[in-house]
Structures are given as C-alpha cells and as structure tokens.
C-alpha cells in the first residue's frame, strides 16, 4: 500500500459561511431502471448516472428530458456500493466506497475507465485500491453509524478527493488519492461541519467552485458552494449554503457543466407515508455566485 501526501488535517470553522434558499425548477422522474441512482456528470453532451447496488451499467440520459439514451454495460466488475463517478479529459471514475452498512469494507476501491473504450463497448477498466489511513479499528459496526463512509468524489489533475459522509459527526473530511491504478492509504485532509450527510461532489476547474450536495438527518436537503480557495485546499475560501425544498429528498448527486446551472438527482425514498420517486432536478445558482 502506498502513501500520499495531504498536510494540515483540520476541522475548518464557518467563518465565511452564508446561507440561502432555493426552489427547485425543471424537475423530471427518471426511469424506474434508475431507482438508485447514485452518481452524475456531464460528459459527450449527455448526463451519466449508475445505481448504488447490484447494477454494473452507466446509463446515459437526455440533458433536457432525462431520459435514458444509452447503456453502457462494464463487463467483469461488481458493485457492491457504487456511490458517485467522476472524470477527467480521459477517465471515467466510479467509486465503490459506500460503507455505511457496518462501516469495516476492507475492499474500497474507485474504477478507472478509459472514455474511449467505454463508447466502443469494450470498457478497459483499472482498480484504485484505497483504505482510509486513520481508521485503525475495522470491528463490525452498525448501520449508519460510521465515520468512513464516502458517497462524493472529485478529480483535480492527477489526485482524487473524496468527501466522507459521516453518520456520527454529520461533517465531511476530505481525502486524497492519486489518480493512478495502485493500492493505497487515503491521506486525511480538513473537515468541515456540515451538519448533514454529504452525498455527492461536482468540481468546476475553471471558475474552481466545489458543490457538495446532501441531507440532514431530518430529511432537509443543501448544497455548500465553495469557491476563492487558495489551491485544493477547499474550506479556506468563501462557503455558502443553499437549502432545497420540498424536504424529505434523498439527494444523491450533483453536476454541472458551467458552475452556474446544476443538476442534481435523488434516489427513491420510501418512508411510511413518505414516497418520493427518483427525479433529477435543475437549478440556477447565478444568484449565489454573484
């Protein structure tokens, strides 16, 4: 196992931190094949998605009506919990790190799936193998409970950044990882409070805005913007807080292709009175960039 090198781990303090509130707009059910969608990008004009369990395909949607243009089988590979994808000029990454069901997965790993062999259909596919280098204690614990579990993802040149979703604490802590196919030690960087369980990631280069997107345990989800960071190092710049509505949204993923118009999808929730279909949704957050 290899290490990686991410200083400074630190828990970062709200002190820039704005809030607002948005309505969602343009909100489409998907299909019932993506009741679990997980993940989300925008890549050869379309929307990717995959589900969270059992599904080894990636499906591409219609930007506009959602629907499913493509699938895209991966051959020869499993998904145990694949929680979010992400990409580069020439990868695709899928994350097989959900670990919430006993918090002791001692086989996390990212796939590493070069784009132009996935459009050809014969899908070469490499294996980042991590674990996580403060967690020492791999005892079986309950569900939802654990601190090292992981749904967002995020690529910046060549190093992965990964966002825990932390049952316990209900912060993120960010990780680092090589972009490269090896076995490795996820270095620990800062965390942040963000008083919620963080599911899904989107990074734009550019204009360097980080969103991530999740839920409180009450069932309210957000987004945090941040942006004017100095380098990767996410949580020193501006921060702001958007809260969705309707509640009772299990938000799961987020992307954009401008760092102003987002797209986000749940999953399906069933929750005693509570059904709630998958959808993705659309917003503009001009107003909040300004």
């Known amino acids: 196992m290899m290490f990686t090198s991410f200083a400074n781990a630190q828990e970062v303090k709200e002190s820039t931190f704005k809030k607002g509130k948005i309505k969602l707009v343009n909100s489409i059910i998907l299909d019932d094949k993506l009741k679990e969608t997980s993940g989300l990008i925008h890549w050869n004009g379309k929307l990717w998605t995959h589900n969270d369990d059992t599904d080894t395909n990636l499906y591409a949607l219609d930007t506009v009506s959602g629907a499913i243009l493509e699938t895209y089988a991966l051959q020869g590979v499993s998904n145990n919990d694949w929680e979010e994808i992400a990409q580069d000029d020439e990868y695709l990454y899928v994350g097989d790190f959900g670990n919430n069901a006993s918090g002791n997965r001692k086989d996390l790993h990212i796939l590493k799936i070069e784009k132009q062999s996935l459009l050809m259909r014969k899908p070469s596919i490499g294996y980042i193998k991590f674990a996580y280098e403060d967690q020492k204690d791999f ?152």
């Not at 990882?177 to 942040?192: C, H, I, M, Q, T």
């Not at 958007?242 to 509640?247: F, T």
């Open 139 to 290: 005892s079986v614990n309950k569900p939802n409970t654990t601190n090292f579990d992981c749904e967002a993802f995020i690529v910046v040149q060549d190093s992965l950044f990964l966002f825990t979703k932390e049952w316990k604490s209900k912060k993120t802590t960010v990780y680092k990882l090589p972009n490269r196919v090896g076995d490795f030690a996820a270095e620990k960087g800062k965390s942040y409070n963000t008083k919620g369980l963080v599911t899904g990631a989107s990074y734009y280069p550019s204009k360097k805005i980080l969103a991530l997107c999740g839920y409180t345990r009450k069932g309210k989800p957000f987004i945090e913007l941040f942006y004017n960071f100095k380098g990767n190092d996410f949580f020193s710049g501006s921060k702001k807080r958007i809260k969705l509505k309707p509640r009772f949204m299990q938000i799961e993923a987020i992307s954009t292709n401008d760092g102003v118009h987002y797209y986000l999808t749940n999953e399906e929730l069933k929750f005693g009175p509570i059904h709630k279909s998958q959808q993705i949704h659309k917003l503009d957050l001009s107003d909040f960039l300004k």
